[in-house]
């Protein structure tokens, strides 16, 4: 695998890199480690480019091999002789789902403190997000509404709490009560470590994706939706303004 320095630092957006081997049209190459958001979990893969001698090769794809190690492919081929490049990302475009990312486990988590609902599913699309969320039988929120869940949220935010990362081992998260609504059988069963995102007092999750580290950071957002999908179903649409 990859070192993947996004999970240790969300914030960089750029760095050298070491390129292990190379496709015979110079097209898709092996990296030593990355920046570069490969997507899943609901967040879009990142936007980038390698970069050498001035000249910008985009990273149109990218895919994990037999052996688990990301393929990259570039828009034109690299020249011959090349070891050392920098990877770049969109940092506009990385900064925007890190905000998103982190509205999504704010909402999920104060929806599971509140009413005990669980996240579903969760998809950032471009210029919106989505959140759906189930309610047990005993526990059917029919004061809730769009501007008093947005209130809530807005609310949670003002307190300005860090978002932190913390790795515990698989058979501690699936013992410990205060984890439940982590799904570790979704988790694949090589990885013992598992990274939690932290927001104080409101979520605890496993998650891969990248995040803003305060939620102070979502800013102005505007929950557009808030609409049933069967009885104990509901979807929730947000923009971040």
Known sequence: MNEELYLLDSYKN?????????????????????????????????????????????????????????????????????????MHIDWE???????????????????????????????????????????????????LNKEKLNNKIEELITHESPVNIKYVKRKDLEKNNELIRTYTNLIPEQINNIRLIEIEGVDKQACAGTHVSNIKEIGSFQIEQLKSKGRLKKRIKVVIT
């Open 93 to 143: 475009h990385r900064y925007k789902n890190m905000r998103y990312h982190t509205l999504l486990h704010l909402i999920s988590g104060y929806l599971y403190l509140t009413y005990g609902a669980l996240a579903t599913s969760s998809q950032i699309e471009k210029g919106y997000a989505r959140l759906e969320v189930t309610f047990s039988e005993d526990c059917l929120p029919d004061e």
């Open 14 to 86: 750029n760095c050298i890199i070491n390129i292990n081997s190379i496709s015979e049209d110079r097209r898709s190459i092996c990296i030593d480690k990355t920046i570069f958001y490969p997507g899943g979990g609901g967040q879009p893969k990142d936007i980038g480019y390698i970069e050498h001698n001035g000249n910008h090769y985009v990273i149109e794809n990218i895919e994990l091999d037999q052996n688990q190690q990301y393929i990259y492919r570039l828009s034109t081929p690299l020249p011959t002789d090349i070891r050392t490049v920098t």
